[in-house]
């Protein structure tokens, strides 16, 4: 085990929840002195610790510890926290398709069946380009909420095939 690795990532960690060593001492029932020496590398956290710092960073520990086995796995774990702007993504495209399709049958209703289509369109091929932002800003730790994005594909097929299913007569 390379102290240094550990104490780099667990800085890591710390700074990404925005916490001073002081916060993170309180959450985990350590001393600030004890968060700081793992950060610099001159110890570690005991296992009991290590088990509360993984639970608290919704890690493994085989992460923490930058065993090579684990590192390159991605963890499985769920977390509300980090699943807000994947479902946040998700749910703005869906809407987005929804009023697309929404925008598409008022307009067909008057007759204005090429504009409706039009409007349609670019409201799935906004849609879809919000996802393949979305896509790109995520970083391979995070790949695991990629679902959401496969299934805000899913509803921009069922709005367009909705359409395809009043532009064929199938649904008046």
């Known amino acids: 085990m390379d102290n240094q690795a550990i104490g780099k990532y667990l800085l890591k960690k710390r700074q990404e929840k925005g916490l001073t060593q002081r916060q993170l001492a309180e959450q985990l029932g350590v001393t600030y002195q004890a968060v700081s020496r793992w950060e ?3 110890s570690i956290p005991d296992i009991d610790t290590l ?8 890690v493994a520990v085989d992460d923490i510890l ?4 684990y590192m390159n796995q991605p963890s499985t774990t769920l977390n509300f926290e980090e699943a ?3 479902l946040l993504f998700f749910v703005i495209t869906s809407i987005g398709f929804g009023i697309g399709a929404g925008l598409f049958v008022v307009l067909d209703e008057f007759n204005y069946r090429t504009i409706g289509i039009l409007v349609h369109a670019i409201f799935v ?3 879809l ?3 393949n932002m979305y896509l790109m800003m995520v970083d391979r730790e995070q790949k695991r909420f990629t679902i959401w994005y496969f299934l805000s594909y899913l509803t921009a097929i ?3 095939l909705i359409t395809f299913l009043i ?6």
């Open 125 to 127: 091929a906004g849609g």
């Open 51 to 58: 088990v509360l710092i993984a639970d608290y960073y919704v």
């Open 84 to 86: 807000k702007l994947p």
């Open 66 to 69: 930058q065993r090579e086995g």
């Open 129 to 131: 380009l919000i996802n």
């Open 40 to 42: 610099q590398g001159l």
């Open 158 to 160: 069922i709005s367009i």
């Open 167 to 172: 532009l064929s007569g199938i649904i008046d």
